[in-house]
């Protein structure tokens, strides 16, 4: 067991959520992928997204910051708040959207480029830092949140293309963190990786839950439970069950919860 | 008659195990193959080896039984003696009054029919020994898709085997006319000459007879044109593919891919006259409204229509370049929050640099060896310049007008058009194989 979420951390549950879904309903074409999501998600605290394959966890983590658009068949209803605004209204910069809300996906991606140009790409293009020492700044603390500096201070001119993948991962983190983001989303960001860089990036989420809203998707339950405060359960493109996440996995209290814990359905 | 045998073969096997064809060990189909090739291999086979050898043996024997009065050592006066005998054979006795001319054009066209019908009957006769030994060996047992993948694959091993032979015998001569060259006019001279005047005198007390064999003034003219070309295919070409892979919808991309590829598909002649007839005029014109002095044949007019031809060329190498790169670094972009154009050209576009770098190349290949375009629209003029107003000529140009006309075979001039074509075989060679090392490359490393 790594980093269990401590009793104080439980006593700082804010009282307004820093992302809030009403009503979401997702479509691909014909296929309605989300029915009716209601989900608060709150700031300072991991949660969890489990659910069968094909069940809607992705569709619903890329409805957050929208990266959906890039779908042309891709429709979605309701509303996404993000504090008061409602991302999907057409006064939102999606550009804005995405550097607050940043993202981390299933295979590490690190773009073809050094280590120190993966990470200062973001802060480039979001004119974050106005000279060279402020990007040398943001790129050193970034790689060290992410728990990466030690392994690559020499080699930043290396490309982030020759990492292992843990790294390659954690690169990802590291690039996502250095835009300044308040919420990030992780869509199953250990399932390409061995148990040992799996664990560090487990003790890395941990470590940044204080600082970010992190949601992360994930298959393995034993994940879940390690990580997460907060756990919601999809089925078929619904939310069955959301909860904290000793309560899921102790006590569900929908059946078809209980069927997927014990691996009845999956 | 294969396709007779086949029919034959395959019902015969079903027959064989009375219509019980799982008992076959291979499929009646394949029955039918096997016979069918084996018919039709050794006939072909056939067929060639009249084609090519038959006439040479039949002169043999012609001149063989010629009378001493026309008998001769010289071969070049028994060549003259056997046109003397085929005139005589197409027209008959208008063309000579020679008698023994006559008498031998008898015999000759005699054995030709001779010739030709046993051909057929010897053909005939082996597509029947090839359909007999094949029925006899239709038996439930018999492994007929195994003989027929075997033969299969030796025929198409053959036919691979053939275009490599007959390309290196192509290479092999390029090299040894060159030599020959060389031997005459020394390598440097070729290579760093800045002077071209291929003219040799035909007497040897002619003024001027040694001509001038810099080929330099020919490299440069067919360097600037394809610098031409590719400032206008470059970008165009390019900035195409971008479109057409980041930018446009499924409508548009399912029109406009297909209209490039039929621009590809435009013979060079209808550019080269398009390029003299309508381009070439319209420069002038526009350079004389400003003043500018521009030849009726210039380098711009060459490189701006070469450069159109080529566009499709560098578009759809450079559209299989961006899509070859994983989307998944699109999405890490915009996941930060980029816009497109700023995730195409800091993210995308470098990730696709070998790959279009690759494609410029194996364009600018393509430009350097295009010779209809330039023969038509550049000019003939061997012109040290890099002013692209003025006409140049190219090295495919001066190849064509090296060998076009009539020539002695072993002058220096003809020869050096050998030469030519060797430097610019090897300068795409390298070219390609720079561009195709950095395609695979870039492959390895997305797959
Ligand atoms: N790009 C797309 N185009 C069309 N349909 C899609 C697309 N992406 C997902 N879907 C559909 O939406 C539904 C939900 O898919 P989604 O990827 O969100 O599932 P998931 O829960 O993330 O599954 P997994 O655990 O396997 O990643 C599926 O029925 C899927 O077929
Ligand atoms: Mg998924």
């Not at chain 1, 809030?20 to 296929?31: E, I, K, L, M, S």
């Not at chain 1, 890329?62 to 006064?91: K, W």
């Not at chain 1, 960001?189 to 799996?198: E, G, M, Q």
Request: charged share 15%.
């Amino acid at each position: 067991m790594i980093n269990t979420p401590t009793e104080t951390n439980l006593d700082t549950v804010q009282a307004s959520p820093k992302m809030a879904a009403r009503g979401v309903n997702v479509y691909y074409g014909d296929n309605h992928a989300i029915k009716d999501i209601d989900l608060n998600l709150y700031a300072d605290e991991v949660t969890s997204l489990i659910g069968p394959s094909g069940c809607g966890k992705s569709t619903f983590l890329r409805c957050l910051n929208r990266m959906n658009d890039t779908i042309p068949i891709c429709r979605v209803s309701g509303q996404i708040l993000l504090e008061d605004d409602d991302i999907y209204t057409s006064g939102i910069d999606v550009v804005q959207l995405r550097a607050r809300v940043g993202m981390v996906f299933q295979k590490p991606n690190p773009f073809p480029k050094s280590i120190y140009d993966n990470i200062a790409y973001g802060p480039r293009i979001h004119g974050l830092a106005a000279h060279r020492t402020d990007l040398d700044e943001i790129v050193t603390t970034s790689l060290e949140k992410a728990g990466l500096w030690q392994e690559v201070k020499d080699r930043l001119d290396t490309s982030g293309t020759a990492l292992s993948g843990g790294q390659q991962q954690r690169l990802c983190i590291a690039r996502a963190i250095a835009v300044n983001p308040e919420v990030i989303l992780m869509d199953e960001p250990c399932s390409a990786l061995d148990p040992i860089a799996t664990a560090k990036i487990e003790s890395l989420i941990d470590e940044l839950s204080g600082r970010y809203a992190i949601i992360i998707v994930t298959h393995s339950m034993q994940q879940a439970a390690r990580i997460s405060r907060k756990t919601a359960f999809f089925h078929l493109g619904e939310m069955v069950e959301y909860g904290d996440t000793t309560e899921i996995f102790t006590s569900p209290k929908e059946d078809r919860t209980r069927d997927y814990i014990t691996g009845r359905i999956g | 008659m294969a396709m007779i045998s086949f029919a034959l073969i395959r019902q015969r096997s079903v027959a064989v195990v009375g219509g019980a064809t799982q008992q076959l060990h291979s499929l009646p189909r394949y029955h039918g193959y096997f016979a069918a090739v084996r018919v039709f291999i050794p006939c072909i086979f056939l067929f060639l080896l009249w084609l090519v050898g038959g006439e040479a043996v039949i002169e043999n024997l012609i001149i063989s039984g010629l009378p001493d009065a026309l008998k001769s050592t010289n071969s070049e006066q028994i060549s003259l003696v056997l046109n003397r005998i085929q005139l005589a054979v197409q027209h008959g006795e208008q063309s000579t009054s020679d008698a023994n001319i006559l008498a031998a054009a008898e015999r000759y066209s005699s054995l030709y029919n001779k010739g030709l019908w046993s051909t057929f009957w010897l053909t005939v006769a082996i597509g029947l020994t090839g359909y007999y030994l094949s029925k006899n060996r239709t038996q439930a047992n018999f492994r007929a898709r195994n003989n027929f993948e075997k033969t299969m694959s030796i025929t198409l091993a053959a036919s691979s085997f053939l275009a490599i032979v007959v390309t290196l015998g192509i290479v092999a001569s390029l090299i040894f006319e060159s030599l020959r060259f060389f031997q005459q006019i020394p390598i440097q001279d070729f290579l760093f000459g800045l002077h071209w005047s291929p003219q040799t005198a035909l007497r040897a007390d002619q003024v001027a007879s040694a001509g001038a064999f810099g080929a330099i003034p020919l490299f440069a003219g067919t360097f600037l044109i394809s610098l031409l070309a590719m400032m206008v295919a470059g970008p165009i070409g390019l900035f195409a593919a971008i479109y057409l892979t980041q930018y446009a919808n499924q409508r548009v991309r399912a029109v406009a891919k297909p209209v490039l590829e039929i621009l590809a598909g435009v013979p060079t002649v209808v550019y080269g006259f398009f390029a003299a007839l309508t381009v070439a005029p319209m420069l002038r014109d526009a350079g004389g409204a400003i003043g500018v002095d521009v030849a009726s044949e210039s380098a711009l007019a060459a490189g701006l229509v070469m450069g159109v031809m080529i566009i499709p060329f560098v578009s759809s190498l450079s559209d299989d370049a961006i899509t070859a790169v994983p989307s998944s670094l699109k999405d890490g972009s915009f996941a930060l929050g980029a816009t497109k154009a700023e995730t195409i050209s800091q993210v995308l576009l470098p990730a696709a640099l070998p790959g279009v770098v690759g494609a410029f190349l194996l364009a600018i290949s393509r430009a350097i060896g295009e010779t209809m375009i330039v023969v038509m629209a550049a000019g003939m003029r061997p012109n040290l310049t890099a002013n692209p107003l003025e006409a140049v000529t190219t090295v495919t140009v001066q190849i064509v007008a090296l060998l076009t006309g009539d020539q002695e075979f072993d002058s220096p001039k003809t020869l050096s058009a050998f030469a030519l074509g060797l430097a610019l075989f090897v300068i795409t060679l390298l070219l390609n194989i720079a561009a195709l090392r950095m395609v695979r490359k870039y492959r390895e490393a997305y797959d």
